[in-house]
């Protein structure tokens, strides 16, 4: 349930001109815990063009009386059958401790992903999934105070360089025999390319598989995002250029290189395809990246 808004408060839900505002939302958030200003307007209606998000439905904006965007919530229902809906959540800083704020958000994400459960089976387990950065107290704390339970860490590797010799690798990895690298090439890997992620990935924690076909337009919607670049995807082939690993390297403002997604299928990762890759992404990006002072982060 939503709660009610203090007097001069309004909310609605988000339409397209609302991209900018809610970008820059995010960017006070992320900007006053340390990660930067990543948000864009393009990249935030790249993400709500989707044919399983519809903003009407599935998003909330919460204003201030004087017209400011002050928080929003948005739910993501993408799974078939929908055993998990994932919740995002936004408050600008200055109103984290606005108690009624996150009552209102967290009470309509709980709401809203409630419709899913007429299409989900009668015996499935169905849950509401949001997270939060291990730094973020504010709302770690607001999770655990609105009933959700802590069930998974991911952590996010890092490697300091601190000196021009360890920032810099003089050659890629080494492949075991018989296995080659190329960089992706859009429109003509992708069919070959699901399958062997959803392959890496099948154990993966969350994951339902899904249609071949659903898999497939979800990675085309990919890569025509803005900023993706296929030369800064990495397969490693057979010899019948059959995929057995998935690397990804991505490019933030340095000093930082980050590497965003690797996969090895099981045949071929004792053969040591997946360290490989990881050093061959590294190697890569080596050449973008300051001499001393940068990390890497997988």
């Given at each position: 349930?939503?709660?009610?808004?203090?007097?001069?408060?309004?909310?609605?839900?988000?339409?397209?001109?609302?991209?900018?505002?809610?970008?820059?939302?995010?960017?006070?958030?992320?900007?006053?815990?340390?990660?930067?200003?990543?948000?864009?307007?393009?990249?935030?209606?790249?993400?709500?063009?989707?044919?399983?998000?519809?903003?009407?439905?599935?998003?909330?904006?919460?204003?201030?009386?004087?017209?400011?965007?002050?928080?929003?919530?948005?739910?993501?229902?993408?799974?078939?059958?929908?055993?998990?809906?994932?919740?995002?959540?936004?408050?600008?800083?200055?109103?984290?401790?606005?108690?009624?704020?996150?009552?209102?958000?967290?009470?309509?994400?709980?709401?809203?992903?409630?419709?899913?459960?007429?299409?989900?089976?009668?015996?499935?387990?169905?849950?509401?999934?949001?997270?939060?950065?291990?730094?973020?107290?504010?709302?770690?704390?607001?999770?655990?105070?609105?009933?959700?339970?802590?069930?998974?860490?991911?952590?996010?590797?890092?490697?300091?360089?601190?000196?021009?010799?360890?920032?810099?690798?003089?050659?890629?990895?080494?492949?075991?025999?018989?296995?080659?690298?190329?960089?992706?090439?859009?429109?003509?890997?992708?069919?070959?390319?699901?399958?062997?992620?959803c392959e890496a990935f099948a154990n993966h924690y969350g994951i339902v598989k899904q249609p071949f076909e659903t898999e497939l337009e979800e990675w085309r919607r990919l890569m025509r995002e803005d900023g993706f670049d296929p030369t800064l995807w990495f397969l490693a082939t057979t010899?019948?250029?059959?995929?057995?690993?998935?690397?990804?390297?991505?490019?933030?403002?340095?000093?930082?290189?980050?590497?965003?997604?690797?996969?090895?299928?099981?045949?071929?990762?004792?053969?040591?395809?997946?360290?490989?890759?990881?050093?061959?992404?590294?190697?890569?990006?080596?050449?973008?990246?300051?001499?001393?002072?940068?990390?890497?982060?997988?």
């Open positions: 349930m939503t709660h009610h808004l203090p007097d001069g408060h309004t909310a609605r839900s988000a339409t397209s001109d609302d991209a900018k505002r809610v970008a820059n939302l995010v960017n006070d958030q992320s900007e006053c815990a340390g990660r930067g200003r990543p948000a864009t307007p393009e990249r935030m209606l790249q993400h709500w063009d989707h044919p399983k998000f519809d903003p009407v439905t599935d998003s909330r904006l919460v204003f201030a009386p004087d017209g400011a965007l002050i928080g929003f919530a948005r739910i993501r229902d993408v799974k078939d059958p929908p055993v998990d809906v994932f919740g995002g959540f936004v408050v600008h800083p200055d109103h984290n401790e606005a108690s009624w704020l996150w009552d209102d958000l967290f009470g309509w994400m709980e709401a809203e992903a409630r419709r899913v459960i007429p299409k989900a089976p009668a015996d499935a387990r169905i849950a509401l999934v949001a997270g939060a950065p291990e730094s973020d107290m504010t709302e770690l704390r607001e999770l655990e105070r609105h009933g959700f339970d802590h069930s998974r860490t991911f952590h996010l590797m890092q490697v300091d360089f601190t000196t021009e010799s360890s920032a810099r690798r003089e050659e890629p990895g080494r492949w075991p025999e018989g296995i080659g690298v190329r960089e992706l090439t859009p429109g003509k890997d992708d069919e070959a390319l699901v399958p062997a992620w010899a019948t250029m059959t995929p057995s690993s998935v690397c990804a390297s991505a490019t933030p403002p340095p000093p930082e290189t980050r590497i965003g997604r690797r996969s090895a299928m099981s045949a071929f990762a004792p053969r040591g395809v997946g360290a490989a890759s990881v050093e061959h992404c590294s190697f890569t990006r080596s050449a973008l990246l300051p001499s001393v002072g940068s990390r890497a982060l997988c």
